[in-house]
């Protein structure tokens, strides 16, 4: 196993999780949206890449905004 592994690997396990996000709010299949956003960065050269790291950062943020906390102890 080489370092294209271990990349695939990060991607995998850190870099989908966006489409998968994004497919359980509309309901439907992540392959879906991950071709979707690999097709849209081809067609418009590199649009599409640029508007997944945009989700990415705001589905971050949102993360660390709201997060549920079981009690008052937790912060």
Not at 5 to 25: D, H, S, T, W
Not at 41 to 57: D, H, K, Q, V
Not at 59 to 70: F, Q, V
Request: proline share 0%; with cysteine; net charge positive.
């Amino acid at each position: 196993m080489g370092w294209s592994y271990n990349l695939l690997y990060f991607f995998q396990k850190r870099g989908f999780e966006v489409c998968r996000r994004i497919a359980e709010a509309w309901g439907i299949r992540a392959r879906v949206v991950r071709s979707t956003f690999i097709y849209l960065t081809f067609a418009t050269l590199g649009f599409g890449f640029a508007l997944y790291l945009f989700i990415a950062f705001w589905l971050g943020i949102k993360d660390l905004i709201y997060t549920k906390r079981t009690s008052v102890f937790d912060l």
